[in-house]
């Protein structure tokens, strides 16, 4: 248990790090990228947007604790 | 055989053609592939269906055939659908055949291969300072039997992770792929920023060798299997996790575009370098430019995770790959604002803190 545990713990902060919420950001960014690709709109704007968003709130909140 | 009832409506490459060993991706709206070792089919509704549709890396007797017959079909059309022309681009780029066209050099290739090449020597600098320090404290052997076994462990992951990630659906693979760069790849951008920024102190490999030097000398005196256990324990630890970033980042560039050897040659070139340099110096790399780098390799692992990742959700980018110059540059420019809004406040902040 212990070893999965240390496991999952290395795989989270491998892919998501310090902060979460960048993770969290960058699977709604996706998420409402899909949504209106599907709905016909070609938003190749988006992702991008919301990623830059997604930085600039992270390093924020980054320095706001430092 | 070949046979295309309905125009562009199906395409069959039987074994005449060759055996498939590598799985043929079609991804595209309406659009029903059939895969097995002895035939591809492609199938769509109509013409209008494959638009968007993508052909990378596959069996290259396999790509010949499709190439032929959408160049056949492009003479007999003269608006092509889009998906067929970015077809024929993507399987231009899986390499040179006997139709006698030179392996095509773009700007994502080249892209990818400085990402690999700058992450892993990134990350190897870092394993090598770790390397060192054990090994100038503790002795050679123990300390290369480790980085042998780490390197073979990385080497099997990439050979059985590549070819398996082969047979996952393009669409699929790019989103899965842009969504991991796009979190990594954050957090060395986040991290270089806060670093440039002054938020967060450089990291120091002459400070890192000596603390590793330290606990090197301190640590007891463990023999198993005929090996100086911590030497053995450190180094393997130390390349393997290292490794494991390169390992990720190579995967994740070569997979998604269909240039896994690519991806694996920057990472190869990398460690030669640093081996080299790292002879050279007989000691840590402390001035290579580490958060230079990292910011440069953040940059391109976010460009290329939204570029994969929007576009592993349908998404059609203007001017296709040529649009993945103008994704880097608007991260350049928005990662550059911040750092030095950040370092405009951390002024600021230590002006006011000064005055009260």
Same mark, same amino acid.
């Given at each position: 248990?212990?070893?999965?545990?240390?496991?999952?713990?290395?795989?989270?902060?491998?892919?998501?790090?310090?902060?979460?919420?960048?993770?969290?950001?960058?699977?709604?960014?996706?998420?409402?990228?899909?949504?209106?690709?599907?709905?016909?709109?070609?938003?190749?704007?988006?992702?991008?947007?919301?990623?830059?968003?997604?930085?600039?709130?992270?390093?924020?909140?980054?320095?706001?604790?430092? | 055989?070949?046979?295309?009832?309905?125009?562009?409506?199906?395409?069959?490459?039987?074994?005449?053609?060759?055996?498939?060993?590598?799985?043929?991706?079609?991804?595209?709206?309406?659009?029903?592939?059939?895969?097995?070792?002895?035939?591809?089919?492609?199938?769509?509704?109509?013409?209008?269906?494959?638009?968007?549709?993508?052909?990378?890396?596959?069996?290259?007797?396999?790509?010949?055939?499709?190439?032929?017959?959408?160049?056949?079909?492009?003479?007999?059309?003269?608006?092509?659908?889009?998906?067929?022309?970015?077809?024929?681009?993507?399987?231009?780029?899986?390499?040179?055949?006997?139709?006698?066209?030179?392996? $095509?050099?773009?700007?994502?290739?080249? =892209?990818?291969?400085?990402?690999?090449?700058?992450?892993?020597?990134?990350?190897?600098?870092?394993?090598?300072?770790?390397? =060192?320090?054990?090994?100038? $404290?503790?002795?050679?052997?123990?300390?290369?039997?480790?980085?042998?076994?780490?390197?073979?462990?990385?080497?099997?992951?990439?050979?059985?992770?590549?070819?398996?990630?082969?047979?996952?659906?393009?669409?699929?693979?790019?989103?899965?792929?842009?969504?991991?760069?796009?979190?990594?790849?954050?957090?060395?951008?986040?991290?270089?920023?806060?670093?440039?920024?002054?938020?967060?102190?450089?990291?120091?490999?002459?400070?890192?060798?000596?603390?590793?030097?330290?606990?090197?000398?301190?640590?007891?005196?463990?023999?198993?299997?005929?090996?100086?256990?911590?030497?053995?324990?450190?180094?393997?630890?130390?390349?393997?996790?290292?490794?494991?970033?390169?390992?990720?980042?190579?995967?994740?560039?070569?997979?998604?575009?269909?240039?896994?050897?690519?991806?694996?040659?920057?990472?190869?070139?990398?460690?030669?370098? $640093? $081996?080299?340099?790292?002879?050279?110096?007989?000691?840590?790399?402390?001035?290579?430019?580490?958060?230079?780098?990292?910011?440069?390799?953040? =940059?391109?692992?976010?460009?290329?995770?939204?570029?994969?990742?929007?576009?592993?959700?349908?998404?059609?980018?203007?001017?296709?790959?040529?649009?993945?110059?103008?994704?880097?540059?608007?991260?350049?420019?928005?990662?550059?604002?911040?750092?030095?809004?950040?370092?405009?406040?951390?002024?600021?902040?230590?002006?006011?803190?000064?005055?009260?």
């Amino acid at each position: 248990m212990r070893y999965l545990r240390s496991f999952g713990r290395f795989w989270w902060n491998f892919i998501v790090g310090d902060d979460w919420r960048v993770a969290a950001g960058v699977a709604v960014s996706l998420g409402v990228t899909s949504l209106l690709t599907h709905a016909g709109v070609n938003a190749w704007w988006l992702l991008p947007t919301g990623v830059a968003l997604v930085l600039a709130e992270s390093l924020r909140r980054a320095v706001g604790r430092g | 055989m070949a046979t295309r009832p309905g125009g562009l409506g199906t395409v069959i490459a039987d074994e005449n053609r060759g055996v498939v060993h590598r799985v043929l991706l079609v991804v595209a709206r309406d659009v029903r592939v059939n895969v097995n070792r002895l035939a591809v089919r492609v199938e769509a509704a109509s013409a209008d269906a494959l638009t968007g549709c993508m052909l990378p890396a596959a069996d290259p007797q396999v790509l010949r055939f499709v190439r032929a017959h959408f160049r056949e079909s492009l003479r007999k059309k003269s608006r092509p659908p889009a998906g067929i022309a970015h077809a024929i681009k993507e399987s231009s780029d899986a390499g040179s055949d006997d139709l006698g066209e030179p392996f $095509v050099v773009n700007t994502t290739t080249v =892209l990818i291969v400085t990402g690999a090449f700058l992450a892993s020597a990134v990350e190897m600098v870092e394993a090598l300072t770790i390397v =060192l320090g054990v090994g100038v $404290v503790r002795g050679w052997r123990s300390t290369l039997i480790g980085v042998g076994a780490a390197t073979i462990v990385l080497a099997v992951l990439v050979a059985a992770l590549g070819p398996a990630l082969g047979s996952i659906p393009i669409g699929t693979l790019r989103l899965v792929v842009g969504a991991l760069l796009l979190a990594f790849g954050l957090q060395w951008l986040r991290k270089a920023i806060l670093r440039s920024s002054g938020y967060k102190a450089l990291h120091d490999e002459e400070e890192s060798f000596q603390a590793e030097r330290t606990q090197a000398a301190a640590a007891a005196d463990d023999r198993r299997a005929g090996l100086d256990w911590y030497s053995f324990t450190v180094a393997f630890k130390g390349v393997l996790l290292e490794g494991l970033e390169v390992v990720f980042i190579v995967i994740a560039f070569g997979s998604a575009q269909g240039h896994l050897g690519l991806a694996a040659a920057g990472a190869a070139a990398a460690l030669v370098v $640093v $081996v080299i340099a790292g002879v050279l110096a007989k000691g840590p790399l402390s001035r290579v430019p580490e958060n230079t780098i990292k910011f440069a390799v953040g =940059l391109l692992l976010t460009s290329f995770g939204s570029f994969w990742g929007a576009e592993g959700v349908g998404v059609h980018w203007p001017g296709d790959e040529a649009s993945l110059l103008g994704v880097i540059a608007f991260f350049v420019v928005v990662s550059l604002l911040l750092s030095r809004a950040l370092r405009r406040k951390r002024v600021t902040l230590a002006t006011a803190g000064a005055g009260a």
